[in-house]
T-cell receptor, first 116, second 117 residues
C-alpha cells in the first residue's frame, strides 16, 4: 500500500484565489510527522510546513496552512491568495517514528498552475 | 549562501562510466540524506548519515552505489558502471538531528541531474 497518496496530478487556480492540495497517508506508528515541500522547475525542494501527529492545532506558515484530519489520515495543504510564483510541483511527505527516525517517504506530487 | 550545496548540477556520462557527486550540508547539521528522483515521481530515499556513520541504506542502493561522509561534513555518492536506469535527479538534504526532536526538518540542495547515455 502507498504510504503517501496524492490523487491530484495537476491543479489550476486563479491568482489571488485559495487552493487545496490533497494528501492522505498510511501508517500504524503513533508518532509521525507530515511535511509539504514545493519544487519549482529549478529542481530544489523547498520546505513549506510541518505537522506532527501529536500537534493539537493545524500548522500555519504565512499563506500556507495544513488541514490535518488525523482520523481520516489526511493532511491537505491550503494555499491562500495564490500568486504566480506558487506555480510548481508540491510534494507531501511523511516521517514515521520519533527521535532518531530518518527517511522521508514522498507522494507522487501535484503540479499547481496559477493563472491570471 | 548557507544552504545545502551540490556539485555538479548536471552530469552527462556514458554507460559503464563511474560518476561521483558531492554534497555540502548546512554547517551545523549532523544528519545528511541522499534521495533519488525520477521523472514524474517523488524523491526516493537512498541512504542517510548521522555525522560520519551511515545508519540506513535503502534496497535501492545497489552494490554499484556507495556513499561516504568521512569527516562528518560533506558527503560523496559514487555510482560505478552506470546504467541508463541510473538517469535521475540525485538530491541531498541535511537536518539538525536533534535527539528526541521530532520535527527535524530536512533541507534540500538543488540536486545533481544525471543523464546516462
Amino acid at each position: 500500500a502507498q504510504k503517501i497518496t496524492q490523487t491530484q496530478p495537476g491543479m489550476f487556480v486563479q491568482e489571488k484565489e485559495a487552493v487545496t492540495l490533497d494528501c492522505t497517508y498510511d501508517t500504524s506508528d503513533p508518532s509521525y510527522g507530515l511535511f509539504w515541500y514545493k519544487q519549482p522547475s529549478s529542481g530544489e525542494m523547498i520546505f513549506l510546513i510541518y505537522q506532527g501527529s501529536y500537534d493539537q492545532q493545524n500548522a500555519t506558515e504565512g499563506r500556507y496552512s495544513l488541514n490535518f484530519q488525523k482520523a481520516r489520515k489526511s493532511a491537505n495543504l491550503v494555499i491562500s491568495a495564490s500568486q504566480l510564483g506558487d506555480s510548481a510541483m508540491y510534494f507531501c511527505a511523511m516521517r514515521e517514528g520519533a527521535g532518531t527516525a530518518s527517511k522521508l517517504t514522498f507522494g507522487t506530487g501535484t503540479r499547481l498552475q496559477v493563472t491570471l | 549562501d548557507t544552504g545545502v550545496s551540490q556539485d555538479p548540477r548536471h552530469k552527462i556520462t556514458k554507460r559503464g562510466q563511474n560518476v561521483t557527486f558531492r554534497c555540502d550540508p548546512i554547517s551545523e547539521h549532523n544528519r545528511l540524506y541522499w534521495y533519488r528522483q525520477t521523472l514524474g515521481q517523488g524523491p526516493e530515499f537512498l541512504t542517510y548519515f548521522q555525522n560520519e556513520a551511515q545508519l540506513e541504506k535503502s534496497r535501492l542502493l545497489s552494490d554499484r552505489f556507495s556513499a561516504e561522509r568521512p569527516k562528518g561534513s560533506f558527503s560523496t555518492l559514487e555510482i560505478q558502471r552506470t546504467e541508463q536506469g541510473d538517469s535521475a535527479m540525485y538530491l541531498c538534504a541535511s537536518s539538525l538531528g536533534t535527539p528526541g526532536f521530532s520535527t527535524d526538518t530536512q533541507y534540500f540542495g538543488p540536486g545533481t541531474r544525471l543523464t546516462v547515455l
